[in-house]
């Protein structure tokens, strides 16, 4: 098993470069120089040519590539044209933040969905399937950004039961766990219920049904443990849509995560930033990812079979 | 089961219903006078044990980048610097210029300027303004991307007394006084320190000299260079306490919250308001900062161009439509060979296709005020001779130019119609585009990211390119966009019209900055006005008009469309 752990560590390396060669491509070959977008109108060609040399944005794609991978693997993710300071400084506390959103609003997903889903599938065709299916599609369906504005029109402005603005406490993350979770929750719910009805009509629940067991032992011990194989993988990509999409809920409920620094920095050209974010979302997806993959081993005997020799 | 799923698909569509409805919404708004004032009701008198509040709390649309004053000229982070620092030269809430930290003289040549700094001026760690700081944040100055031009035309500054400074000039320049109150004074020593000074050679091993500009570069300034490093801040770029403005910074998380406490020893106290504690939050969601004031979190936002009848319905507020700076323009590619639009008939033709009212009520939602000239006269060094009602919509006159410059039916452009996809911008590229079609003029549209649109229009690879400018009342900055010394990054390219008619441009704008009197100047810049209008190379459409509202307690005055100047507002 540690042997498999490490190899997926090992793995994170070729996806980290690959994921910043791609970002220093786009950037690289944009429109716009980031001294055009810095500095702005008026200056000569002369002024933006020797501010971008200031900035090393002249100096040949593969230089700065090389550049950049040789100081992240010392630690520096660089100097942000924009903000003058170092990258990390910008990072460090956006880090926490986006990832304590993305948790909790997974978590809200996991511990809705997952639970509503088996629910549904166990009693389909009655009403209790059906209404919250209904509503599963209606949430699935929603845009991010205008259920964020309803729940803050309803809850903030019209209830006043939070404050529109961030002011430090935990109330203010409910709102936006809301905004980004209950979508997700919908999908979750609705893939776990297919899930279900799958496992549901195997052999092996029909058997232990003839053998005699409880319902609630038939449910939980034999169809639940091989419906949530599936379902794991699909909470881990959710975490990772979630974490590099949460830029539409920070823009809306003022949270400063690593999202909305991204946009920022693609509008101003800002290499380091957009990279320094792309690898830190690649790290973190790509670890995530591992953990779903360990988990699977953990909870599928057949997988851990196959790495336990 | 056959019922449950009939009132289920009813609730269904009802729920899809109310989605679509809530989606629409938010109708025309109807333009107030610009300038105009509305209560939109009653002012509820405060009862007599009413608590004075000494807070405020306002939204930035962006985060300062920097809290460096002379770092960046993002408007951000100038308006944070107009809280924090002070200059030689302040302006009032209504915009009009006065001494700052220094009173000063001019010489009759208008080449010498002599700054006395008044006594007891402070900075915010309760050092004393001195002119050794004053040489020292304009000299900085130079040496900014941003902030050189403002010192374009100094040719010396220097201590010429105990509490004196005298800046001498290459030549007479009317912006100079709006130049300076954008170079904020520094402590200088909060700012820099000296490394290794101990090992490093004395200043004697250095002497004045004299740079490519002819500007004398003294042995202080060069040793100074040579071993001054700036200090590491608690905030930013820039030490907390290095300003001499109303308001100190408390805390600085630049893209949350910026908190700023008053300056007890402010030296201009006759000027300020009752506000002690100022939380700036920074939302860049227009709907979030509406919400915000709806809540009272604020107290008080620009309000989005959407909400804007709804919030002076409400009653609530106090509300202000208020015309700005920042013009929408159609930049056209005159210098494309073969291009039809190297016709300046053709261009003036454009120019009379274009129903600006029109375009203001329906694609800007009212919220814009028709612009007949680029400059607006009302708000920078402008000129009083603009002549309103120029280039008036005329569909008959368009096509009568059309058909002199040899296109009776129109033409195609080879090149499309750049449009930022920012605010109002689509919409308004997608009206004058019906507009232009109608005097038979076809042109595809071109959307783009902001960033890129930008960089792209300097390339020439569009035919017409719709801008929103902010155009602040001293004249370095519409020079530089314009003047032939930034040709090759400018967009409308005056210096490429045949037969070097684009040198009238630099001649006017040069010798109206150079203007020593407001009758010469006011002349100059009718001139310049006039001879852009003839050229039609860069089209103004209209004025854009921000709304503003805030709670009917704070005494507010907004009567200036550039910058915030909370240090005047009070409670009642």
């Known amino acids: 098993m540690w042997r498999y752990v490490v190899k997926r560590l090992l793995l994170l390396i070729p996806v980290v470069l690959g994921a910043i060669l791609i970002i220093f491509f786009v950037l690289s070959f944009s429109k716009g120089t980031p001294a055009e977008i810095l500095l702005g109108p008026g200056f000569t060609q002369e002024e933006y040519d020797a501010y971008n040399e200031e900035l090393g944005f002249n100096d040949p794609f593969f230089v700065r590539y090389f550049r950049y991978v040789g100081n992240l693997l010392k630690g520096d993710f660089g100097t942000s044209y924009y903000y003058k300071t170092t990258v990390w400084s910008e990072l460090k506390d956006r880090i926490p933040i986006s990832l304590r959103t993305t948790f909790m609003a997974l978590a809200m997903a996991a511990l809705i969905g997952v639970p509503l889903g088996v629910l549904t599938a166990v009693k389909q065709y009655t009403a209790l399937d059906t209404i919250p299916t209904a509503l599963a599609m209606v949430f699935a369906a929603t845009p991010v950004f205008w259920l964020g504005m309803l729940l803050m029109y309803f809850f903030a402005v019209k209830l006043g039961w939070f404050s529109t603005l961030s002011t430090g406490k935990f109330s203010d993350l409910i709102l936006p766990t809301l905004a980004l979770g209950l979508p997700h929750a919908a999908r979750q719910m609705r893939f776990t219920r297919s899930s279900m009805l799958e496992a549901i009509r195997e052999d092996y629940v029909r058997t232990a049904r003839a053998k005699g067991c409880r319902e609630r032992s038939v449910i939980w011990h034999h169809t639940v443990k091989n419906a949530l194989l599936p379902v794991i993988t699909v909470i881990g990509n959710s975490f990772g849509a979630m974490f590099g999409g949460t830029v539409i809920i920070e823009k809306l409920f003022v949270v400063n995560g690593i999202g909305s620094l991204m946009v920022k920095g693609i509008g101003n050209r800002d290499v380091p930033i957009v990279t320094g974010c792309v690898v830190i979302i690649a790290l973190v997806y790509s670890f995530v990812t591992m953990i779903v993959d360990i988990l699977y081993a953990y909870i599928d005997p057949r997988t851990k079979a196959r790495f336990i020799k | 089961m056959k019922n449950v799923k009939r009132v289920l698909a009813m609730v269904l569509a009802l729920v899809l219903c109310f989605c679509l409805l809530s989606g629409c919404g938010g109708g025309q708004n109807e333009t107030t006078p610009a300038g105009s004032q509305q209560s939109g009701g009653e002012t509820n008198a405060p009862a007599p044990d009413h608590k004075v509040r000494d807070d405020l709390n306002i939204a930035l649309t962006d985060a300062p980048v920097t809290n460096d004053p002379h770092g960046n000229s993002k408007d951000m982070t100038q308006q944070l610097s107009h809280w924090v620092y002070d200059g030689l030269i302040l302006v009032s809430g209504d915009g009009t210029i006065r001494p700052g930290i220094a009173e000063y003289k001019v010489s009759a040549d208008g080449l010498t300027y002599t700054f006395t700094i008044r006594n007891g001026v402070k900075f915010h760690n309760g050092e004393e303004v001195t002119p050794e700081d004053v040489v020292w944040s304009i000299e900085r100055c130079t040496d900014m991307a941003y902030y050189k031009n403002y010192t374009a035309s100094f040719t010396d500054v220097k201590k010429t007394g105990d509490k004196e400074v005298t800046i001498t000039l290459k030549n007479p320049d009317n912006a100079l006084l709006y130049n300076l109150y954008r170079i904020k004074i520094l402590n200088q020593s909060k700012v820099y320190e000296i490394e290794g000074i101990t090992e490093a050679p004395k200043i004697e091993a250095f002497s004045d000299k004299t740079d490519a500009d002819g500007k004398t570069v003294t042995a202080e300034k060069q040793w100074k260079e040579a071993y001054y490093v700036e200090k590491p801040s608690k905030f930013g770029s820039v030490a907390e306490d290095a300003g001499a403005g109303p308001f100190t910074i408390k805390s600085y998380d630049k893209d949350r919250l910026i908190e700023l406490e008053k300056f007890a020893d402010y030296y201009d106290t006759a000027n300020t308001g009752n506000i002690k504690t100022v939380k700036i939050n920074i939302i860049t969601e227009n709907s979030t900062r509406y919400n915000a004031l709806l809540t009272g979190d604020l107290d008080m936002v620009q309000v989005p ?199 009238t441009l630099d001649r006017l704008y040069d010798s109206a900055q150079a203007a020593t009197t407001d009758a010469e100047r006011d002349k100059l810049y009718g001139e310049l006005n006039e001879w852009l209008n003839d050229q039609s190379i860069n089209i103004p459409i209209y004025y854009h008009v921000k709304g503003f509202a805030w709670d009917k307690n704070l005494d507010a005055d907004l009567s200036n469309p550039y910058y915030l100047y909370i240090q005047y507002w009070s409670w009642k």
């Open chain 2, 305 to 503: 161009s959407a909400n804007w009848e709804q919030v002076v319905a409400t009653g609530k507020f106090n509300t202000l439509a208020q015309e700005s700076a920042t013009i929408c323009t159609m930049i056209v590619n005159h210098y494309r060979e073969g291009s039809p639009l190297g016709n300046k008939l053709v261009r003036q033709a454009i120019r009379y296709a274009l129903n600006r009212e029109a375009i203001v009520k329906s694609a800007a939602k009212g919220m814009g005020v028709v612009a007949y000239t680029l400059y607006n006269p009302k708000y920078i060094i402008g000129s009083s001779t603009v002549n309103e009602g120029t280039y008036e919509y005329n569909v008959a006159k368009a096509k009568e130019l059309l058909a002199q410059a040899g296109y009776p039916d129109g033409f195609t452009l080879e090149q499309k119609f750049l449009v930022p996809k920012t605010g109002d911008s689509v919409s308004v590229a997608e009206v004058i585009q019906q507009m232009l079609k109608a005097v038979g003029i076809i042109v595809e549209l071109d959307q783009k990211d902001s960033s890129t649109a930008s960089s792209e229009s300097k390339t020439g690879s569009q035919d017409l390119y719709l801008t929103n400018s902010n155009y602040v009342f001293h004249m370095s900055d519409g020079s530089r966009a314009m003047h032939s010394r930034t040709l090759k990054t400018q967009v409308a390219k005056y210096a490429l019209l045949p037969n070097n008619e684009g040198e």
